[in-house]
Every structure is written in C-alpha cells, then in structure tokens.
C-alpha cells in the first residue's frame, strides 16, 4: 500500500501544472509586397558608398505574424506574438553573419499581464512587448534606418520587429494614467557574464522612465502628457568616471480639439546627460519641437477630405564631438524616436540636426479607397562641415552610415514627394501602393544628388 501511495505521489509531483484558460484569441496578418528602389545612395560616385550603396533594388517580401493572446485566471493574460520576415527564397540569408534567411522566426512578443496588482489602480507587465508614446518622437518603433530583424540587410526600415524585453507599470487614477516602464535595449553575452575586455567592462544599455498622461475635462478633450526618458548605456565604462553614455529626456506633450475636426498637437523635448568621446566628457543640452496639425474639411462629407501639417526640429552640432573637455554637444539624439514612416528620407537620414516640414491631404474617391499626398522639405539645423558631415543609412547597409558631400554655405536637404494608395477589398484584405521620391536640396555636393525613388505594392491580410 505504501508503494502504491508513493507512487501516486510521484505521478502527480511530475505532471506539468497548467494555468486555468478562460479566453484565448489567435490573430495576425500576412503582409506579401513588391519593393522597387533606385538610387538610395543618391547616386554617390566615391567609395565606399559607390560600391556599397543600394542603387537598383527588386524584391519580394512576405511578412507573417501570429498573435495568441490569452485571458488566464481574473486578472491574468498572456501574449505570445512571432513574426517572420523574408526576401522571397531567401534560404542562406545575404552572407552576413547577422542576416536572416527565410526560416527564421522572431519572438516578437511574450509578456504576462497582472491587473489590480498588489491594489486596483496598477497593472504590471513583465516580457517582451512594445513602448510607444505620443507620436513616437521620443519612444516609438526605434529608427527605422537602424530596425534589427528578418529584413536586416535587405530593406530593414519596412521591417516590424519593434518590441522590447522589459516591464511597464500602469498606474490608473483616471483622469490621470502614469507609465512606468523599464527594459533592456542592448545585451550581449559578454555583458551578462561581466567579462573584461582591454580595459572597458562590457556592461549593458539600459532604457528607463515615466510618461504622466492626464486628461482634461475641457470640451476640446484636451490630453497633456509630461514624460522622462532615460538611457544609461554602461558599454565601455572603465570605472574611471569617464566611461558610460548618460542620456536624459524631460518633455512635455499636448492634444486639443479647439473645433470639429480640427486636431492640434505639440510636443517639445530637451536632451541632458553626457557624451563620452576619446576619453573626453562633453555635456548634452540638446532640443526637439513638433507641432501637428489636422482637419478633417466640413465639406463633401461622402469623399472624407483632411488635410494635415507638421513641424519637427531636431538640434545639431557645428563642430560635432570635438573630443574635448567642456564642450556642450547639442546634436539631438534619435533615441528610440520613429518619424516618417514609409518616407524615403527617414530611410536613409538620421533624424538629427534637421527641420522638416511635411503638408497633405487624403480622401475617399471610392468608398473603399484612400488616396493620400505628402509634400515634405527638409533643410539642416547648422551648416555642413568635416566636423559636421552629412552621413546616411543605406536599407540593405545595416547601421553603418556614409558621409556625404556636401557645400558648406547650403543648408537645403532637398524635397519629397509621396502618394499612398489603400483599397480595402474586404473587411479582411487590404491592397497599397505607396510611391515616393526624393529630390536632394542645393546642400549636397552634384557628386551624390541624384533623386531617390520608391515603388511599393502590397497585399495583406488579418485574422
């Protein structure tokens, strides 16, 4: 009888514990698209671009994500996403040891929610997951010139691996909402080890901070956010009280609605913190502005007319990081900020030290049918120099950047110009086409000012 008792103990201390479902729900979307590019290098005639840039490109992608998300006991839920993304039998990647082949699978979200936490007011979720605020100027997608993933080295901006492994704290005081949030922007094994490498430490980059967002009982349904970011990256820190990038980033944020239609929105941001060069300490005291604007036109109310404005400055630096003690570097940091989406020029430039200017308007010809334009105008905050370059991205180039030609008494970075088609054939599919070009401003050198062009067709579902 004992035996028996033990081994019935045994067979229930080895079965797997599984957590009550009350709710699953699996969704996603396949994304299949035609990319065609020519001249991202802007026809560039000197090395190493010449030979490196993308100056033709024709490819098929497909882009696949599966979402379960699952409601455990009261207040728990789960979520678990995967993507892949690929060039069209692409089945041994592009020879580049961090480049994708058509099998691989990205863990794109896996987290664990907990409402009424400890008391009602926090929700806490720990795992991978997305931080987006606002418009995403300070804490969006990442840059999309610099997006890791299944299209790394292929056209990496289009690419939707964008979350992070971290934990969010949600305290809910309605009308008053505060994030507090915390995860790991970059790790390596050396750093979780604590291994010491010539005379650095190889230590992580870590992202923490809040965003207080509180909403006004005004009739314009007026939203005001005050937020601090911060990135500690300790990667080369040699103890020395030199080493270690520090990066704050206090900001403020508003929407109102004054009249129907009408939406307004501002933002404005300041970078403090340091930046370490050479061995050499420089103070950050940089600055960022945006205004939006958009109005949804009291005519023809059956083809949805809006129009739509923006503002964004980006701070730089006439004499870059100088490497020497006591100099403010105000060149703005990109930080996680995501701009311009779909747009030529946030493909290829760092959003730094820049004024854009962006104007459009979308209706509805059809029912089912969107049709958009956006003019933008781009010209640099300071001028050009050797200690100032201009430098760009390149889709297929991973993070490396190129320095550009340029002449020192201009400041024009040129114009763009896109139109974006959208049918929705159904409630569940949907086909696009976005055209883009970019006509180089009078800043560039006529050594690298050829106009950049776009073609993207796509078709996609959701489930």
Same mark, same amino acid.
């Given at each position: 009888?004992?035996?028996?008792?033990?081994?019935?103990?045994?067979?229930?201390?080895?079965?797997?514990?599984?957590?009550?479902?009350?709710?699953?729900?699996?969704?996603?979307?396949?994304?299949?698209?035609?990319?065609?590019?020519?001249?991202?290098?802007?026809?560039?005639?000197?090395?190493?671009?010449?030979?490196?840039?993308?100056?033709?490109?024709?490819?098929?992608?497909?882009?696949?994500?599966?979402?379960?998300?699952?409601?455990?006991?009261?207040?728990?839920?789960?979520?678990?996403?995967?993507?892949?993304?690929?060039?069209?039998?692409?089945?041994?990647?592009?020879?580049?040891?961090?480049?994708?082949?058509?099998?691989?699978?990205?863990?794109?979200?896996?987290?664990?929610?907990?409402?009424?936490?400890?008391? &009602?007011?926090? *929700?806490? %979720?720990?795992?991978?997951?997305?931080?987006? @605020?606002?418009? !995403? =100027?300070?804490?969006?997608?990442? /840059?999309?010139?610099?997006?890791?993933?299944?299209?790394?080295?292929?056209?990496?901006?289009?690419?939707?691996?964008?979350?992070?492994?971290?934990?969010?704290?949600?305290?809910?005081?309605?009308?008053?909402?505060?994030?507090?949030?915390?995860?790991?922007?970059?790790?390596?094994?050396?750093?979780?080890?604590?291994?010491?490498?010539?005379?650095?430490?190889?230590?992580?980059?870590?992202?923490?901070?809040?965003?207080?967002?509180?909403?006004?009982?005004?009739?314009?349904?007026?939203?005001?956010?005050?937020?601090?970011?911060?990135?500690?990256?300790? &990667?080369?820190? *040699?103890? %020395?009280?030199?080493?270690?990038?520090?990066? @704050?980033?206090? !900001? =403020?944020?508003?929407?109102?609605? /004054?009249?129907?239609?009408?939406?307004?929105?501002?933002?404005?941001?300041?970078?403090?913190?340091?930046?370490?060069?050479?061995?050499?300490?420089?103070?950050?005291?940089?600055?960022?502005?945006?205004?939006?604007?958009?109005?949804?036109?009291?005519?023809?109310?059956?083809?949805?007319?809006?129009?739509?404005?923006?503002?964004?400055?980006?701070?730089?630096?006439?004499?870059?990081?100088?490497?020497?003690?006591?100099?403010?570097?105000?060149?703005?940091?990109?930080?996680?900020?995501?701009?311009?989406?779909?747009?030529?020029?946030?493909?290829?430039?760092?959003?730094?030290?820049?004024?854009?200017?962006?104007?459009?308007?979308?209706?509805?010809?059809?029912?089912?049918?969107?049709?958009?334009?956006?003019?933008?105008?781009?010209?640099?905050?300071?001028?050009?120099?050797?200690?100032?370059?201009?430098?760009?991205?390149?889709?297929?180039?991973?993070?490396?950047?190129?320095?550009?030609?340029?002449?020192?008494?201009?400041?024009?970075?040129?114009?763009?110009?896109?139109?974006?088609?959208?049918?929705?054939?159904?409630?569940?599919?949907?086909?696009?086409?976005?055209?883009?070009?970019?006509?180089?401003?009078?800043?560039?050198?006529?050594?690298?000012?050829?106009?950049?062009?776009?073609?993207?067709?796509?078709?996609?579902?959701?489930?």
């Amino acid at each position: 009888m004992r035996k028996l008792l033990v081994a019935g103990l045994m067979v229930v201390l080895s079965t797997p514990a599984f957590a009550a479902i009350q709710n699953v729900k699996v969704s996603g979307n396949i994304t299949s698209s035609f990319v065609d590019r020519s001249n991202f290098d802007l026809g560039s005639t000197t090395a190493p671009l010449y030979t490196a840039g993308l100056k033709k490109q024709n490819v098929f992608l497909t882009q696949t994500e599966v979402r379960i998300d699952a409601d455990l006991s009261d207040n728990v839920s789960a979520q678990v996403g995967l993507i892949n993304e690929r060039a069209w039998n692409n089945h041994n990647g592009l020879g580049n040891s961090n480049a994708y082949n058509d099998t691989n699978v990205d863990l794109y979200l896996a987290n664990l929610t907990l409402r009424e936490f400890l008391y &009602s007011p926090l *929700t806490l %979720t720990i795992g991978r997951q997305v931080f987006f @605020y606002g418009n !995403g =100027l300070i804490l969006g997608n990442g /840059p999309a010139n610099q997006t890791n993933g299944g299209l790394e080295y292929i056209d990496q901006d289009l690419g939707w691996s964008t979350a992070e492994d971290g934990i969010k704290a949600v305290l809910d005081y309605k009308p008053l909402t505060i994030d507090l949030i915390y995860f790991r922007n970059d790790e390596t094994n050396a750093g979780i080890q604590g291994l010491w490498s010539g005379s650095n430490y190889n230590r992580s980059s870590e992202v923490f901070g809040y965003n207080a967002n509180y909403q006004l009982s005004d009739p314009w349904n007026t939203v005001v956010e005050q937020y601090m970011f911060n990135r500690i990256d300790e &990667s080369g820190y *040699t103890g %020395t009280g030199k080493g270690g990038n520090t990066l @704050y980033v206090p !900001g =403020l944020r508003a929407s109102t609605n /004054p009249i129907k239609g009408l939406n307004v929105q501002g933002e404005i941001a300041w970078q403090l913190g340091q930046n370490v060069v050479s061995g050499y300490t420089e103070h950050r005291d940089a600055m960022a502005i945006q205004a939006l604007a958009s109005y949804s036109l009291p005519v023809l109310p059956k083809y949805k007319p809006t129009v739509n404005a923006s503002y964004t400055y980006f701070s730089g630096d006439k004499t870059g990081a100088v490497s020497s003690s006591g100099h403010k570097y105000s060149a703005w940091d990109v930080f996680m900020g995501d701009l311009g989406a779909g747009t030529i020029y946030s493909s290829i430039y760092p959003l730094t030290n820049m004024n854009i200017v962006s104007a459009g308007a979308s209706v509805n010809p059809l029912e089912d049918l969107t049709a958009a334009f956006t003019w933008s105008n781009l010209w640099a905050a300071d001028s050009y120099s050797s200690k100032n370059p201009l430098q760009i991205y390149q889709p297929n180039e991973g993070s490396t950047l190129y320095t550009m030609a340029t002449k020192t008494s201009n400041r024009s970075l040129g114009n763009e110009y896109d139109v974006n088609l959208t049918y929705n054939y159904t409630e569940d599919v949907t086909f696009g086409v976005s055209l883009g070009w970019y006509v180089p401003g009078s800043a560039l050198s006529n050594t690298n000012r050829d106009t950049a062009s776009q073609a993207i067709a796509s078709l996609g579902v959701k489930f």
